[in-house]
């Protein structure tokens, strides 16, 4: 039986840059969430631009969150604004940000950790970054999870370790977040010896300016950065499986099948950078228009992945690219477990869960992309 949320209509104000008179158009977007269709009304003329017509296969209320992207009939549309009240009580409702830290000694727990986050909030990933501390950062970092004196100092020391891994800030978005997200971290901390979460908005504001790119972290001895660009490969969670809620178990299941993970951050990533990092890939993956209209539809998750031989045995755990081939036989790979299907015309093969890199001598230059060329952009996801 279908939800009231499946039988609601979503109103919302989207933006489109036509590349030919170099403008900005403003549409009225009504999408209708029982049946999946959408139609759309140019705001300046007051014409019909789209009739009521059906949405790519893939499509739900989540893909209209305030500031998403979406591919809709050729377009790059970005949701502007929310055009009446119903509809921005329907997409936030009591939303709440709950912004954690995992130390090195719990590294090995962060997939399981930020898989039991989401589910716990119906919430989406924001943000995820690792990094490396000095003692000064690190000391402020324990002091914005609410830790004084000797738990602050001892907890500080912990974060310094490089045994383990790196620093993970993560940030989730849900209902209740932050009083769901204190109850699994201290659930994991125990187990894990690292494991915080921020008790206010004001502490997550503070753990994520000291972490935001020319914060206390970034200008620490290193600037915080953990990628290597030596032995290593470049996997990226596309925006399909983050909105699914399975970042968490593919950096779990990439943990537990023996690879190291050195460098980890979330990104948005516009049409032009999608292009930049796929360049190598045109004329020799199918759909490569809808890969990089996948791409631009939300946060993606970059990994540097190292281990001997790493970039071959990447491959093979990610699995064939073809997803239907995956799940028939390679249930058990990344993509056989995360990848969707072309259930249409829609861009579906273009889901395959993770892109990772294809050529041994294209692993540095493809994490040097995320973890260097963007941090420069700011391509961060925000």
Request: glycine residues 10%; proline residues 4%; hydrophobic residues 40%.
């Amino acid at each position: 039986m279908p939800s009231a949320r499946d039988q609601e209509v979503l109103s919302l104000l989207a933006e489109w840059f036509d590349p030919l008179p170099q403008l900005t158009k403003q549409y009225l977007l009504r999408y209708y969430c029982d049946t999946n269709e959408a139609e759309m009304v140019e705001l300046k003329t007051k014409r019909l631009f789209l009739k009521r017509s059906p949405c790519p296969s893939h499509f739900s209320s989540k893909d209209f969150a305030l500031g998403s992207k979406i591919i809709l009939y050729g377009r790059d549309l970005t949701i502007a604004a929310f055009a009446d009240k119903p509809t921005e009580n329907i997409l936030t409702p009591e939303t709440e940000s709950a912004v954690f830290l995992v130390g090195p000694e719990g590294f090995l727990a962060v997939g399981k950790i930020l898989d039991e986050l989401v589910a716990c909030t119906h919430g989406l990933l924001a943000k995820l970054k690792m990094a490396r501390l000095e003692p000064a950062s690190a000391l402020e970092a324990a002091r914005c999870v609410g830790l004084q004196g000797a738990a602050a100092r001892d907890a500080a020391a912990g974060l310094c370790r490089s045994r383990g891994g790196g620093v993970v800030l993560g940030v989730v978005r849900g209902h209740n977040a932050r009083d769901l997200a204190a109850k699994v971290c201290a659930r994991f901390a125990p187990q894990s010896d690292g494991v915080w979460c921020c008790g206010s908005e004001q502490q997550g504001a503070n753990l994520e300016s000291l972490f935001a790119p020319g914060g206390a972290v970034s200008r620490g001895k290193g600037g915080g950065a953990t990628a290597t660009f030596d032995s290593c490969t470049c996997c990226v969670i596309k925006p399909h499986a983050v909105k699914a809620g399975n970042a968490g178990k593919i950096i779990d299941k990439i943990l537990n099948q023996g690879f190291e993970i050195s460098a980890m951050e979330s990104f948005r990533l516009t049409r032009t950078q999608a292009q930049e990092f796929f360049e190598v890939y045109q004329g020799v993956i199918p759909k490569y228009t809808e890969v990089l209209d996948e791409m631009t539809t939300g946060t993606c998750v970059a990994l540097e992945i190292r281990g001997q031989n790493v970039v071959g045995a990447f491959r093979e755990a990610a699995g064939p690219w073809d997803v239907e081939m995956a799940k028939e036989l390679r249930p058990n790979s990344i993509r056989g477990m995360f990848g969707e299907g072309a259930k249409d015309s829609s861009g579906g093969g273009a889901r395959t869960g993770v892109h990772c890199t294809d050529l041994t001598e294209d692993g540095p230059s493809e994490c040097r992309y995320f973890f260097e060329l963007m941090q420069q952009g700011g391509g961060s996801a925000p």
